[in-house]
RNA sequence: GGCCCGUUGGUCAAGUGGUUAAGACACGGCCCUUUCACGGCUGUAACAGGAGUUCGACUCUCCUACGGGUCACCA
């Protein structure tokens, strides 16, 4: 194909407002001038308003590769569907993904674009795009389309008929030899068109691409004259892809494997028009069991599906990223096991070792993972961390929470620090039942002494220990001791390899006594260490709990 | 239905022709222990099925089954 005279006719009549050439954009969006192996990667979301879990998996990707290459990682919002468009999406992309910690070089903020390869929204851009399709008319590689809705089923209907495959292409393109005559006077009419590429591929040809997560893949060249343009003038995501990306100097794209059956129309479309394909990444998708069978994590079936479920449920973001990394590169784990304080970009990622069958999502894993970061994390730090979720999520427990900032600091301080540390909370929203008998206000009582040990028992301990052993100056082993004494003045094993030996030679165990203990100062049988509770309770709190439980034993 | 991608224990997975087929999570047992939590030790458990290539196949080829994706002027 070639610029012949009615091409350049075709061409004026379709883009008649268009001035600039290619070589304009080219000049306009020179190559970066990027250190060598540096990455250029970008996500492209729709702005619907919702930031799914794939969103975050793939934005991941693309900012390691990106950063950890010195390179470039920017956000392109794909609005070319302005059915689908929210107010305030971009707000809700950016934040979403600023709450994981990612952040973008340049591309759409909240106010205006940043970068000098913008406009950053695809409907800003639409000059640009039909610049390249004027040309791609002129060169033979477009033409105008003014089938309807009807028509095309019509061409379907009939394909399905004869047993063809389904598309315009070939004998099919109704439209694919219209002359400029024939094309004006449709125009005239105010008949809407599209605009279609012009598929150079052959039937029977298969083309082949490495894929660097997938690896090499084979499938038949593409033969459909897709739509570049709709009749409103704004590209298709293909047509949008392969000149953004392009222009934007994108060096390796990122996008879930739906995007592998129309992968031939890109290629073809970036060999047609002259340009360097991009590396390509199709990445697995997130899967999910349901009734026995593994399914694509649903938006609307599965709340893990959104990003905000985690900022709900208070997960650190720094688990869920390291979770990611464990999907994503199977070394990860190995690499964070030997290196457990190094920063994340110390570890070397690599979008070849990327699994390429779908996951499923394991949340036990990333419980795991959170409970194992929390853990190392300060009784300061957890505070900190628990009142910025609260304060978001649980206004309530905030109040609580912050009402004596040094209190709820000695709270969750409790059994951190040390060798092994407890693990008594996997995310933020843990933190208002582990703290709850801490405060009054949400103290329960309904005591779970234990059942073996008779009522007049459970009142002398209730009784004699704070009338003859509790004092609040006792440290851990003195305070122990005294339990111990209690124990034995009531004639209960206080060695539990002998009362485990004949259990029927004592009425009880030092256990049993420790039991009413616990249960009278935190209203339940299972709490952190005792005498640390009471220490953080004081004196006074501790005697009006012993005295209530006696009262309503 | 066409086309494409995939299939190692319950889950995530290592593994690239010769391995006792790692490890992590989950689950079970034992130990530690004043409860809980932690920790230590330990156990159950896998190459979807069938042909072929080969001295030898989890690894290569083909077929089948199953799962997923896609067939728009949506992305």
């Known amino acids: 194909m070639e610029r012949t005279e009615t091409n350049r006719l075709m061409a004026q009549l379709l883009f008649p407002h268009i001035t600039k050439t290619p070589e304009d954009y080219e000049a306009i ?59 305030g999406a971009v707000d809700v992309i950016l934040t979403s993904l600023n709450a994981f910690g990612l952040s973008f070089d340049e591309g759409a903020t909240a106010g205006e674009d940043k970068g000098a390869y913008g406009p950053y929204r695809q409907r800003d851009r639409a000059e640009i795009y039909q610049t390249i399709a004027k040309d791609l008319v002129e060169r033979g590689l477009a033409y105008p389309c003014f089938c309807t809705e009807e028509d095309l089923q019509a061409i379907h209907d009939k394909q399905e008929k004869a047993g063809a495959n389904y598309g315009y292409y070939g004998e099919w ?12 006077a449709l125009i005239d009419q105010g008949k809407p068109y599209v605009v279609r ?68 129309y890109h290629l073809q479309m970036f060999d047609a028009i002259g340009w360097e394909k991009p590396a390509y990444v199709h990445t697995a998708h997130m899967l999910k069991f349901d009734e026995g069978s593994k399914r694509k994590l649903s938006k609307r079936k599965d ?13 650190p973001s720094a688990c869920v990223i390291e979770y990611l990394m ?63 979720w609260a304060k978001e999520y649980n206004p309530e427990f905030h109040a609580l929470l912050t009402r004596d900032p040094a209190y709820s600091k000695a709270i969750l301080s409790i059994g951190r620090g040390g060798k092994k540390p407890r693990k008594d909370f996997t995310v933020w929203s843990d933190v208002p039942d582990y703290m709850a008998f801490f405060f009054d206000e949400t103290f329960t009582t309904d005591y779970p002494f234990p059942e073996t040990m008779p009522k007049e028992d459970i009142l002398k301990v209730l009784q004699e220990y704070p009338a003859n052993y509790y004092d609040e100056n006792d440290d851990q082993q003195t305070w122990f001791n005294k339990v111990k004494e209690l124990t034995e003045a009531m004639g209960y094993a206080v060695d539990m390899k002998a009362y485990k030996a004949d259990p029927t030679a004592f009425p009880g165990s030092v256990a049993d006594i420790s039991a009413v203990l616990r249960v009278a100062v935190t ?31």
């Not at 709340?303 to 997960?315: D, F, K, M």
């Not at 964070?336 to 970009?345: C, T, V, W």
């Not at 929390?374 to 505070?383: L, R």
């Open 29 to 87: 969006y020179p190559p970066r001038d990027l250190p060598k192996g540096a990455m250029v990667t970008r996500i492209a979301p729709s702005p619907t308003g919702f930031m799914h879990f794939g969103n975050l998996y793939g934005a991941l990707i693309d900012e390691r590769l990106a950063h950890q290459s010195g390179g470039v990682f920017y956000l392109r919002i794909e609005n070319t569907d302005a059915k689908r468009e929210v107010e």
């Open 173 to 184: 393109a109704a439209h694919a030899n219209i002359t400029v005559e024939e094309a004006k």
């Open 197 to 264: 590429f012009r598929s150079p591929g052959k039937d029977g040809n298969r083309i082949k691409y490495k894929d660097l997560a997938k690896g090499e893949i084979e499938m038949p060249e593409n033969c459909n004259d897709i739509v570049l343009l709709k009749s409103d003038g704004i590209p298709t995501y293909h047509f949008a892809h392969v000149v953004d990306d392009h222009f934007m100097r994108t060096t390796h794209v990122v996008r879930g494997e739906e995007w592998l059956s129309t992968f031939p």
């Open 303 to 315: 709340p893990e599906a959104r990003l905000t479920y985690y900022l709900q449920q208070g997960y």
């Open 326 to 388: 464990t999907v994503l590169n199977s070394n990860f784990e190995e690499w964070r096991r030997k290196n457990p304080e190094a920063d994340l970009d110390e570890f070397k990622f690599k979008a070849e070792k990327m699994g390429i069958a779908g996951a499923v999502f394991d949340i036990d894993k990333l419980n795991d993972i959170s409970k194992n970061l929390i853990c190392k994390m300060s009784g300061e730090e957890v505070y900190v961390a628990t009142e910025a």
């Open 523 to 553: 209203g339940r049988t299972a709490s952190p260490d005792t005498f640390a509770v009471m220490n953080i309770l004081g004196k006074d709190k501790v005697l009006a709990r012993l005295n209530k439980a006696a009262e309503e034993l």
